[in-house]
């Protein structure tokens, strides 16, 4: 995963497990080797081979870089090529899911428009829960493929996919459903836009002063998002209300038990199992069993009863 200084100079990381031989993919790849600087690896005229594919696996390259200009070109190479590919393995088209994500929403949040955020968000929100629910996809298979490292574009995709298997497990059946509740997901962090970038990677716990712009997200996203007719209540609730807790002890303002809405609560159980399974630059990350009991410690006060005993049965799988 690139460093912010990588990604400044306009470089983003794009997983190899996505790369296939003799696709085009129609930009140029870029690597970098260990204490030199970034090169041009590939050109966009020369389809990769299996030995290069081979080559990058020996030597324990897991990511290659493209220009940050081509985003659109690689998330419509994995649209249309990997994501809807029926030959390719589901673990890959999981891979393909999480990095179109990623590079889809770091190229919106980097243009600083929500808009465009929020219309890639109901696009990928399908895409997520049609791979999820079709294909009866397990924690276990899902947890070892997303990223652990807490950057919130990573946040956002980790936490869609979550809300998308536990509200099927929870008997959401239909996949418009599914959709919705996974593309509120991808939203419900997006008023973090405004807290600056030092505050979110800071390599120490926020200041209290810190926390209050920190705690102003949820607002911020909801003010934003609530202009557009296209979200749903439930959507703008998972942006507004996925820090409250049932016993009014959350934020931003207090709501208790019923008044926060069901796809608040989901997001809520899910929102902090992958912030505490991530690592932060503080601290390692926890362990998803003890992230488990620290969540039933607080079912019934804060989390919802029944929404985490139905995600504690999907985690204690993870092994
Ligand atoms: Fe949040
Ligand atoms: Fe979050």
Not at 51 to 74: F, N, S
Not at 207 to 213: F, G
Request: aromatic share 8%.
């Amino acid at each position: 995963m690139a460093g912010p200084s990588l990604q400044s100079q306009g470089y983003l990381p794009v997983a190899t497990a996505t790369l296939f031989p003799a696709t085009e993919i129609r930009c140029d790849l870029y690597l970098q080797r260990v204490g030199q600087a970034i090169e041009l690896y590939r050109s966009h005229q020369y389809p990769l081979e299996v030995a290069d594919l081979e080559r990058l696996k020996q030597h324990g390259i897991d990511h290659v870089y493209i220009r940050t200009g081509d985003a659109d070109i690689y998330r419509q190479y994995l649209c249309q090529q990997v994501l809807h590919e029926e030959s390719v393995p589901t673990e890959v088209r999981i891979t393909a899911l999480r990095e179109v994500t990623r590079v889809a929403f770091q190229d919106a949040m980097d243009a600083n428009d929500p808009y465009q955020a929020a219309d890639l968000a109901s696009d990928l929100g399908r895409e997520i829960a049609s791979l999820i629910a079709d294909q009866a996809v397990a924690l276990q298979e899902v947890f070892h493929i997303l990223e652990h490292d807490y950057y919130t574009f990573t946040h956002v995709c980790n936490v869609s996919t979550y809300c998308v298997m536990l509200a099927r497990d929870l008997g959401y059946s239909q996949e418009h459903e599914l959709a919705s509740v996974a593309t509120g997901a991808l939203l419900h962090d997006i008023g973090k836009r405004h807290v600056p970038a030092e505050i979110l990677n800071k390599p120490a716990k926020p200041t209290a002063e810190e926390w209050a712009i920190i705690r102003k997200h949820p607002v911020s996203g909801y003010q934003e998002l609530s202009k557009r007719s296209d979200l749903s209540w439930g959507q703008l609730m998972m942006v507004y209300q996925h820090h409250e807790r049932l016993d009014g002890s959350g934020y931003p303002s207090g709501a208790t038990g019923d008044d926060i809405h069901p796809w608040a609560k989901v997001c809520a159980v899910v929102d902090v199992f992958d912030a505490l399974t991530c690592s932060r630059p503080y601290r390692q990350p926890v362990p998803s069993g003890e992230v488990c009991d620290y969540l039933q410690q607080h079912t019934g006060t804060w989390f919802d009863r029944e929404v985490v005993a139905c995600w504690a049965q999907q985690v204690r799988n993870i092994g």
